[in-house]
């Protein structure tokens, strides 16, 4: 029978669940995106986001809230991916802040969590749409709120009746958002939410269900050693410690110590608070790990096993070679310079762009695949300048971007809140060195106002948004604000695309051909809108993005 209170071990059961009932659900979620392209991904990003704190949640060696609270937060929001992502992060940052204090969760706690999960996420968000996962949550915190005050004592009658009302907001939500009634979905954020929340509550009721991460290449490894498989083990030594802070520690400072934990060994856990960090890590040589530590403050509770006194010398020589080799090929650090560029691209011929127009960092991904906070905070280490412009070239992408800004200390960060890669283009080409970061940073805003994108992809499925009608394998025009063009031949869409990007005041119009269209395809497309707008200059460049036939700029 279950337990009107939620423990430690019970809310980690209960997370992992969630976590897996959105992994199995994802595709269906990315099929009820408003646009049938074939590169839906909300359900894609948001499970990516709740198996990045999954991967911290299944290493942990602590049974204690705050160590849970702090690897579902710090996971989460390293992990999160597109807006979707950033959002379900933002709603387990504020849930945790109340947790973390707690030893167990009654109804009161869960109330005021949920509130605070919802408080968090809404203020992330710049400008929040009603219909979409945030009204989901706000929901669903209401009806807790209002639970809780009729005075509800069984939990498993609270959690059953705040998602039977969320499950209830969500089916409201193509009647807050007419695209959502006119593409027949509900918005699949909030659906992602929701099976988080039933797969926790499964959790909660005692059904039968695998916590294992099977196969996810993010789940953390297990502390324990197989002892027949000693002989094969890389790194010899098992070394966990405490350290007492002393200096400041922040996600950014995890973060480059687990790399370098990374880079002498595996089996890693850092489990980080504001006073002590755990750490546990399989090496060949503890020496490192703990001169490491000690520029972060005192050591306690030092503990090193030999897990194979066999093969010891070999596999430490092996190490020690290694190790060498990479010291010799080790790039030397570039000078420190006044501002760098990162920018987010997808396809060889987009990163030649960026890469000719100054960029210092390419971060793969786009619609199809959007990057991470963490990917984002390991492009900006690579990059040596005080001030760092980002372009994350997608909308989806913008909220992940904004996060860094508060995550790195020693470095300026600038988003440009670029939507496409046209304006991430325009953006940088308006960089003027004699100009100061403020000055760029406002005429970039400026200029990328002024450019109009379209996007010819196709449809995967059949539905009607924008009072057009689309079938399955039809080629669509997608513009700034929805759907220009439909048809069944790609180049007529894209010309009739093209028409309705235009007006009097463009001069410029930039073709950017994908990987499935050829040389000779994308110059007789040119040559056709070069004849039709005669008063515009027209270029053609090799954009090699996937799923995408064209990415075509009007300014």
């Known amino acids: 029978m279950a337990s009107n209170k939620i423990d430690v071990r019970m809310l980690s059961k209960m997370f992992l669940a969630g976590a897996q009932n959105l992994e199995a659900k994802k595709e269906w979620i990315n099929e009820l995106n408003v646009f049938p392209v074939p590169d839906g991904d909300t359900g894609t990003n948001m499970s990516m986001t709740i198996m990045a704190a999954a991967k911290e949640v299944s290493g942990l060696i602590d049974d204690d809230m705050e160590s849970l609270a702090k690897a ?42 949920t509130e605070k999960a919802v408080e968090t996420a809404y203020k992330a968000v710049m400008k929040p749409k009603e219909g979409t996962i945030l009204t989901v949550a706000k929901g669903a915190a209401i ?10 004592s069984d939990m498993g009658e609270f959690i059953g009746e705040v998602i039977k009302h969320a499950e209830y907001v969500l089916s409201q939500t193509p009647e ?23 797969g926790a509550y499964d959790a909660f009721l005692g059904k039968e269900l695998n916590f294992s991460l099977g196969d996810v290449s993010s789940a953390a490894p297990k502390v324990k050693v197989d002892t027949e498989a000693s002989a094969n083990i890389k790194y010899g030594y098992c070394t966990e ?172 960060i600038v ?36 450019v109009k994108t379209g996007q010819v992809t196709y449809a995967v499925r059949d539905t009607e948004i924008d009072d057009k009608v689309i079938h399955e394998g039809d080629y669509m025009g997608i ?17 009739a695309m093209v028409d309705e990007m235009m007006d009097d005041s463009m001069e410029l119009i930039s073709i950017y051909y994908g990987e499935e269209v050829t040389e000779e395809e994308a110059q007789a497309l040119g040559d056709k809108i070069q004849e039709k707008y005669a008063d515009c200059d027209v270029e053609v460049q090799f954009g090699g993005q996937p799923v995408y036939y064209y990415i075509i700029s009007a300014e």
């Open 143 to 152: 009806k807790a709120r209002e639970l809780q005050e009729a005075g509800v």
């Open 241 to 412: 410690f405490i350290i007492l802070l002393t200096k400041h520690f922040n996600i950014k400072h995890e973060m480059d110590f687990k790399a370098y934990l990374e880079s002498i060994g595996d089996s890693i856990v850092v489990v980080a608070d504001d006073d002590i960090v755990k750490v546990h890590v399989h090496t060949n040589d503890p020496g490192m790990a703990i001169q490491k530590a000690l520029t972060f403050g005192q050591l306690s509770n030092m503990k090193i096993d030999n897990m194979r006194l066999e093969h010891q010398e070999k596999v430490v020589k092996e190490a020690e070679k290694a190790a060498a080799a990479a010291a010799v090929e080790e790039a030397p650090v570039e000078e420190r310079k006044e501002v760098g560029f990162i920018s987010v691209s997808v396809g060889a011929g987009m990163d030649e762009i960026f890469t000719g127009l100054g960029v210092d960092c390419m971060i793969s991904g786009g619609q199809t695949m959007n990057p991470s906070t963490e990917d984002m905070l390991n492009a900006i280490d690579k990059v040596n300048a005080d001030t760092i412009f980002i372009f994350p070239n997608n909308k989806n992408i913008i909220l992940a971007a904004n996060q860094v800004q508060y995550m790195v200390e020693d470095k300026k």
């Open 176 to 198: 807050m958002l007419p695209v959502l009634k006119q593409a027949g979905v509900v918005d699949s954020g909030g659906q992602g939410l929701l099976e988080v929340l039933k």
């Open 479 to 495: 513009g700034d604000t929805g759907i220009l063009a439909v048809g069944r031949k790609q180049e007529e869409v894209t010309l």
């Open 415 to 450: 988003v440009i809140p670029t939507k496409t890669v046209a304006q991430g283009i325009t953006a940088i080409i308006n960089y003027v060195p004699d100009l100061s970061v403020e000055e760029n940073e406002a005429v970039m805003l400026e200029e990328i106002q002024k």
């Open 72 to 113: 579902i937060s710090s996971g989460s929001l390293r992990g999160a991916r597109g807006n979707s992502g950033v959002i379900l992060s933002q709603l387990f940052r504020g849930f945790c802040k109340v947790i973390k204090t707690e030893k167990e969760i009654d109804i009161d706690v869960l109330t005021t969590a």
